[in-house]
């Protein structure tokens, strides 16, 4: 334990930017120039400078949005650059709020899908930063579990991601997809997530009420979204954006470091045998400093933490050095003076350094330990997309109540024909004669969207028809989809009119006799019904969206009242045309039907 504590405190001792003393004592000391120029020191990108300076200058203890989708193992920019980060926004006055995207992780299929176990590497995850040394100590640092936010909030989070996605484009989201590790779409193979997801990423930082975004560059389309739609909705504070540098690869021409490529990266529990040889295969081209991954290493983890560069060789290659500055670093590495074989000895000195504590942890550790095995084991198994078009894990038919005495009289053959007369089509009649025959009080789904004044089809006709459901032994649930109006910019997208409609139809069926005295027709409102019961109906809104591609989906649109024909607009075209609410409104329509059995 001796060598543990002094691993953790030499980590500790190192120019993090943390502070363990309260607010009160620290920040004011502090001028806005200096807080500024720490917080600016994070990115590699702002927009823009003077809000920053503005609201450092205005608010107290602004709140900084960052986040990550609990994917697999940690490498060692998502470990120690966001621990670097952190501790400066704190060290400055903000409030640091990292989002764990574990319902994101699930749209975007890592883990195989799975909530449980994209949970756990969540878990160590934040054990990871923990050994790092993120100043957690502050109180203000918060993370915050995705799911369990959105669900405790629905009634806030939802309307935020349907009103952005109604106003934008398909073309516009799919611009974001790279905050997902994907390019842009492809409209016949890309999944319907990758449209939930944007819409989804915007919403976060709105419902975090975050005055920063600190994310990467490769997060800075959404993020940009973002302030474009403070523009839409008339809002004056934007979210600055605040995109901190991305760590290449390892090998060559790697602009990004991949967790499925183990030797792109440096992980943060790797051994130090694993660190040297990964070093040591690094590409690090003499006197070539633009894209050279070690020094990028050095710039961004090794003089951020020690505020130096110790090199050790031999006299005749220079002897020992100490470098101050990265730029004197550079000025060396160029004319020669610096070898890459005794720069790479160096860096993996260094990393190995960082990396002890964090190693000490998982090793001695019992429930760290566990976690660890568990995630590597599932790193290696899990990350593999969903069959796309099967939903065969819903059920639909499962059993009800007992019937009343009426329809127990009634022979099956009747029962079938009454149900029957109301269809055009049926698929399959022989699926429907076993669901009558097995279940005494069948649930039928029926549903309207309040969008104006009623005619006589939607009057009488429906009337007619849930009449003849009611004597037949079914129960009807009419699903008043308000939110679904909402969505497709009925009554000007105004919630509250939009319910006055719905109210004035349920009026209207009373009158023309729909049999509501039986007690088995039930009128059930959208949104209430979601917001009480988002846990169960969001994952199932996801999980359809996941599976199915924007093809499938866009043939959809009918629903709507809208109908795109092949032969009519090209792929591109539909993308110009249909937003993104296109998207969401059928695989929100196919959850209906489970959710409401």
């Given at each position: ?26 920040e ?5 120039e ?13 927009i ?6 503005n ?29 670097i ?38 878990q ?18 918060e993370?915050?579990w995705s799911?369990?936010?959105?669900n ?47 819409c ?12 920063i ?10 993020n ?9 909705i ?17 090998q ?13 990266s ?19 081209p ?49 004319c ?18 960082i ?18 095995m ?11 997309e ?9 059920s ?19 029962r ?36 104006g ?16 459901l ?11 989809a ?7 910019n ?9 319910q ?5 139809l349920i ?5 023309v006799?729909m ?14 019904e ?34 795109y ?8 075209q539909i ?23």
């Open positions: 334990m001796d060598n543990q504590e002094s691993q953790l405190d030499a980590l500790g001792s190192l120019s993090l930017h943390s502070s363990s003393s309260s607010p009160c004592n620290s004011p000391e502090m001028s806005l200096e807080r500024f120029d720490i917080v600016r020191s994070i990115g590699e990108e702002c823009q400078d003077e809000e920053l300076k609201l450092l200058a205005n608010k107290p203890q602004p709140i900084c949005y960052d986040g990550f989708e609990p994917s697999g193992r940690m490498h060692i920019a998502q470990g120690v650059m966001k621990t980060n952190v501790n400066k926004l704190v060290s400055s006055g903000c409030k640091v709020k990292i989002w764990i995207a574990d319902w994101f992780a699930q749209l975007n299929n890592k883990m195989g899908g799975d909530l449980k176990k994209i949970q756990a590497v969540g160590y995850l934040i054990e990871i930063w923990k050994d790092a040394g993120m100043n957690l100590e502050s109180n203000k640092v993370f915050l799911s369990e936010e959105i405790s909030r629905a009634d806030e989070y939802w309307p935020i991601v349907i009103d952005i996605a109604r106003r934008n484009t398909l073309r516009r989201i799919s611009r974001c997809c790279q905050i997902m590790g994907r390019s842009e779409l492809n409209v016949l193979t890309a999944s319907a997530a990758q449209i939930f997801y944007p989804m990423q915007c919403a976060d930082i709105f419902f975090l009420k975050a005055d975004c600190q994310l990467g560059m490769d997060q800075r389309k959404v940009v979204l973002a302030r474009e739609y403070c523009e839409d008339k809002r004056k504070n934007k979210p600055i954006i605040l995109s901190h540098h991305m760590l290449p690869g390892l060559k021409g790697q602009e990004k470091m991949s967790k499925s490529d183990p030797s792109s440096i992980f943060m529990e790797d051994e130090e045998a694993d660190v040297n040889l990964k070093i040591e295969k690094a590409f690090c003499p006197k070539v400093v633009e894209k050279n991954p070690c020094l990028e290493y050095i710039k961004y983890i090794i003089f951020p933490l020690f505020n130096e560069f110790k090199v050790e060789r031999s006299l005749e290659n220079g002897g020992n050095k100490t470098f101050s500055t990265f730029e004197e670093l550079v000025t060396d590495y160029e020669g003076s610096l070898h890459p074989a005794d720069l790479k000895p160096a860096l993996s000195k260094a990393l190995n350094k990396l002890q504590p964090v190693r000490d942890h998982f090793k001695n550790d019992f429930m760290a330990k566990e976690l660890l568990r995630i590597k084991k599932q790193s290696s198994m899990d990350n593999q969903p069959q796309l078009d099967a939903l065969g894990s819903l639909l038919h499962s059993s009800s109540s007992s019937p009343c005495s009426s329809e127990a009289e009634m022979g099956l053959e009747e079938f024909d009454i149900v029957r007369s109301i269809g055009e089509e049926c698929i399959q009649d022989e699926e429907l004669k076993n669901l009558l025959a097995n279940k005494p009080q069948p649930i039928c789904y029926d549903g309207f969207e309040p969008s004044r009623m005619h006589i089809a939607q009057g009488v006709m429906k009337t007619i028809n849930v009449n003849k009611v004597s037949s032994g079914c129960k009807v649930k009419i699903w008043i308000d939110w679904f109006a909402l969505l497709n009925k009554m000007g997208a105004d919630l509250k009119k939009i006055v409609v719905g109210q004035y009026e209207i069926w009373k009158a006799g049999n509501l005295e039986s007690n088995k027709i039930e009128f059930l409102w959208a949104s209430k979601i917001i009480s019961r988002a846990d169960e109906y969001w994952p199932l809104v996801m999980d359809i969206a996941r599976r199915k591609t924007l093809h499938r989906i866009l043939s959809c649109c009918e629903i709507m009242g809208r109908c024909a092949q032969d009519e607009l090209t792929a591109a993308f110009d045309v249909s937003t993104a609410a296109q998207i969401f409104y059928p695989c929100m329509q196919c959850a209906d039907i489970f959710f409401l059995e």
